[in-house]
């Protein structure tokens, strides 16, 4: 259980496939991971979603237990019988939510303090809440409560979050009784090298069945981003499953497989959904635009999707443009299958020995060679 298995390495640079074992399956990487934070990835059915051959989905530990609550999850048999997902979960803890909640929070050694953003009540989360929620929930994975500074912060304010972050994994581990749950721990370090160096050397020394990154894409520019992908990946132990948190562009994407990335997530494909925006390759289309009014082909006739197979262009832009919900589910689909479709003929690419990547900051258009 929650084993990890390297099962090729790409001759051109440090990207390897690899199949991570979990109690409700398997997960072959690289893979993207679609976000259902509420237990439900937003206006997609679980067959739907199966559809797209995601294999583990994501949903959020601060969120959840404020509604329904972990008992209500609990006594429905877990979180898989609850949201009808048979296949691998992964609880983010809410550590996010101490950097998106900002205004709403206190943070101290002890954890956070929050002000209910549903009713204003008082909420205490600590390492041992967080992981007796996410035990409660019944995730395959469960991650460490993590503190995630603004990209602004100065060093000393990230080398001090970096510090409770590290204290609270510890208490984390401490706190976790589940057998059949895994933890992974978070390196954080902001923009800072040598503390991003030191957190990764950390959270490794605790031989977690996994490691996740966070701390990006979360305002910083492409540049830093690109630094923190290139330099983790050399403090990492080779045979553990290693997560980057929040990322969901093509051209980050790739970059990070070729650096030995295996797993991904971001709410990206679904928030463009509901406003209806659709992925094409390395593109971002508005599906009001009148030029899709009298357009009969799928979005992408390469894509294999229910909303490419069965659906015109003309539909969907007819759809959006007169606010039916039917629409922003067709273009969520589809924007799921992009990325997991994605990463999957990478994957296929590394096993063929021909996963290459010209890669630049300054070369937006550049992308994975031979992956789709």
């Not at 021909?354 to 258009?365: E, L, M, N, Q, V």
Request: a neutral charge.
């Amino acid at each position: 259980m929650f084993d990890f298995e390297i099962t090729s390495f790409c001759k051109n640079s440090a990207a390897r496939t690899g199949i991570f074992y979990t109690p409700h399956g398997i997960v072959e990487t690289p893979k993207f991971m679609p976000v259902g934070t509420l237990g439900t990835v937003k206006g997609i059915s679980s067959r739907q979603l199966a559809s797209t051959n995601a294999s583990m989905i994501l949903s959020n530990t601060f969120h959840l237990h404020l509604q329904p609550g972990e008992s209500i999850i609990k006594n429905a048999g877990g979180i898989h019988k609850f949201m009808n997902w048979d296949k691998p979960i992964l609880t983010d803890s809410g550590g996010y939510q101490v950097f998106s909640l900002a205004n709403l929070n206190k943070i101290t050694n002890a954890g956070v303090d929050f002000k209910n953003p549903r009713d204003g009540s008082h909420i205490f989360l600590s390492p041992e809440k967080v992981m007796e929620i996410q035990m409660d929930i019944g995730s395959d994975i469960a991650m460490a409560f993590d503190h995630c500074p603004p990209h602004t912060a100065s060093e000393n304010d990230i080398e001090d979050s970096l510090i409770r972050t590290h204290h609270w994994l510890e208490r984390c581990i401490k706190a976790k009784t589940r057998n059949d749950q895994a933890l992974f721990g978070i390196v954080q370090g902001g923009k800072y090298s040598a503390l991003r160096e030191l957190s990764a050397n950390f959270v490794s020394s605790f031989d977690l069945p996994g490691i996740a990154v966070g701390g990006v894409s979360v305002g910083e520019n492409i540049d830093e981003i690109h630094n923190v992908i290139n330099l983790i990946p050399n403090f990492l132990p080779i045979n553990k499953p290693r997560y980057l948190m929040g990322i969901g562009s093509l051209n980050e994407i790739a970059l990070a497989i070729s650096k030995g990335f295996d797993l991904f997530d971001c709410v990206l494909p679904t928030r463009l959904g509901r406003h209806g925006t659709a992925l094409f390759n390395n593109e971002r289309w508005n599906m009001r635009n009148a030029r899709f009014k009298n357009d009969y082909l799928p979005i992408d006739k390469t894509c294999s999707c229910e909303t490419c197979t069965k659906y015109s262009r003309a539909y969907i832009h007819h759809l959006v443009r007169n606010d039916e919900i039917l629409g922003l589910t067709l273009i969520s689909l589809h924007n799921i299958h992009h990325l997991i479709r994605f990463t999957s003929s990478i994957s296929k690419a590394i096993k063929d020995n021909c996963f290459t990547i010209d890669f630049a900051p300054w070369k937006r258009s550049s992308i994975a060679h031979h992956t789709w």
